[in-house]
């Protein structure tokens, strides 16, 4: 598959954003940094602290990781956490989302039928990650495809999506939307050769939680198409990231009796741990993503960079509480 000139761009900024100074809070206005006050639910206007977020991810960041981070109130828009969000970096699977977006698309508009099957054995190339592989079942409709690669990153069902819309369809979409540092870039693949594009999407938090905030608000294309994409992320089993500090049960979240709504996609690759999502509780909702760049040399590497995940979740959890 070939790259377009704004991937290409794209690779070439992740791959020099490589400082590793502490988190920097940004600004959408001068009190951006602050946790912003809650109104709409009883108890009044409150604040949450990020200190112990800004703490674990900064020295994430003075370890030689390369961070990102954004939180956004969906109440008023405003920017509640942020440090190097306009940053693009690798973030493994949940590029996908893109890919969903533009295949519920083709589904609404008639390009696709749900209920076309693709097979497995057809698709070029191989990826080992995923449970189709270990299926009987060598060819499944489009709608399951989309399942499994919602609900637990399937790669051989996401690669089967995106070549039935194609790179440039995705592209486009993401241009449509207004998300101009987000890109899919390649199909998944279990290894990576010099000809092949160095990472399967890049992409900035600050835009991750934009098309979060697209999806949840009807406005990803349409309102039939965000609640299509909303449904296959609610399916999403891996709360193991962000998504640990919810503790909602991963096969069925939905309806939650503590009036908690969680809709997420995780990414992981390499020295790549990556989250998208929205967590809405009875106090406050929140658009969020947060991408880790890190040297994964031991167990304890991966174990600091969970941590600092989990830590996000809890301050996230009481945002929204």
Known sequence: M?????????????????????????????????????????????KRSFD???????????????????????????????????????????????????????????RLDPATTIARSALSGSVSRGLWAHLRADEL?????????????????????????GLPAVS?????????????????????GPDDAPHFALGTTRELAELMTLIVNGAAVDAAVSAQVGEWLNLATDLSMVGAATGLDPYDHEDDKHRLLFVNKTG????????????AGPRAGVAYAVTVAFDDLSSAHRLQVAEALRILGLELMEYVH
Request: glycine share 8%; aromatic share 2%; charged share 25%.
């Open 2 to 46: 070939s790259r377009t000139r704004k991937q290409q761009r794209m690779i070439e900024a992740a791959g020099s954003s490589d400082d590793a100074g502490e988190v920097r809070p940004t600004r959408r206005s001068s009190r951006a940094s602050q946790p912003a006050p809650v109104s709409r639910r009883r108890g009044g206007p409150t």
């Open 172 to 192: 486009a979409r993401l241009e449509k939307l207004g998300l101009a540092h987000l890109a899919v870039l390649d199909e998944h693949r279990d290894s990576r």
């Open 141 to 165: 409709a489009l709608s399951d495809l989309a399942v499994l690669s919602a609900a637990v990153g399937d790669q051989a069902a996401t690669n089967a999506l995106l070549a039935q819309v």
């Open 268 to 279: 992981r690759a390499d020295g790549v741990r990556s989250e998208a999502g929205v967590l």
């Open 52 to 110: 112990s977020t800004l703490a674990a991810l900064s020295d994430l960041a003075r370890a030689g990781a390369r961070v990102s981070a954004h939180v956004c109130d969906l109440d008023n828009d405003m920017v509640v956490f942020a440090g190097d969000d306009f940053v693009s970096l690798p973030v493994a699977d949940v590029g996908s989302v893109a890919i969903l977006v533009e295949v519920a698309a083709a589904f609404q508009d008639g």
